[in-house]
């Protein structure tokens, strides 16, 4: 079993819908959660982080963190075509002074006009 | 600021060829990795720097060895390439946190490499 799973999607959503991407862990010792965006073709860059449980919120997007279900989401408000890429949840289990994150497989998201 | 840059951008190798994936960051991060990226199996940890001198093994290090080069080099290299290894590799850099925490990852772009 992977150490975190994510749903591969694709998903694809008429502009303006809600968006909801999802990840489950089992490693309760994770405690920084990030959502990474990925565009075709290109490297990944960060999204949004947060520390243990709790909500964020950042413009559009929401990333909420449960960890006594070990569950995380990102959400994303009035979506837009430009936000059609691969989002990818990421972990870490800080160790010692480099920060090794473990991914999920990511999720490919369509907006479509 | 070029942030973290990568060559080459594709490679085509036989199996049993060998070769050297480079990366270079302009942040002055101490911590250096380096990933691949396979479909279905997300981004997986192949080897990590975390300051210039010192390098371990990550998640999915056999057929790969690494080279801290100084700060801001960190290459990658295939000794004998197989066709388990076609897949996207990225290079990343950080901060080095020595109190605890987190510090952001930035991505290079990534090389496309096939091994026929």
């Known amino acids: 079993q992977k150490e975190v799973e994510q749903d591969p999607g694709p998903l694809s959503v008429p502009e303006g819908a809600i968006v909801s991407l999802n990840c489950t862990y089992s490693?309760?010792?994770?405690?920084?959660f990030m959502w990474y965006r990925q565009y075709s073709r290109k490297g990944p860059e960060l999204l949004m982080y947060t520390y243990s449980s709790g909500n964020k919120e950042d413009g559009r997007f929401t990333a909420q963190v449960d960890k006594s279900s070990k569950y995380i989401s990102l959400f994303i408000r009035d979506s837009q075509p430009s936000d059609s890429a691969t989002y990818l949840c990421?972990?870490?289990?800080?160790?010692?002074?480099?920060?090794?994150?473990?991914f999920g497989t990511g999720t490919r998201l369509q907006v479509t006009l | 600021n070029a942030g973290v840059t990568q060559t080459p951008k594709f490679q085509v190798l036989k199996t049993g060829q060998s070769m050297t994936l480079q990366c270079a960051q302009d942040m002055n991060h101490n911590s250096m990795y380096w990933y691949r990226q396979d479909p279905g199996m997300g981004l997986r940890l192949i080897y990590y720097?975390?300051?210039?001198?010192?390098?371990d093994k990550g998640e999915v290090p056999n057929g790969y060895n690494v080279s801290r080069l100084n700060k801001r080099e960190f290459s990658l290299r295939l000794e004998s390439a197989a066709p388990s290894q076609t897949s996207v590799y990225f290079c990343?850099?950080?901060?080095?946190?020595?109190?605890?925490?987190?510090?952001?990852?930035?991505f290079g772009p990534g090389t496309r490499l096939t091994v026929l």
């Open positions: 490693n309760s010792a994770f405690q920084y």
């Open positions: 990343a850099s950080s901060e080095r946190r020595a109190g605890g925490g987190w510090n952001e990852q930035f």
């Open positions: 990421a972990m870490i289990d800080y160790t010692g002074t480099a920060s090794k994150l473990t």
């Open positions: 720097s975390a300051s210039e001198g010192t390098t």
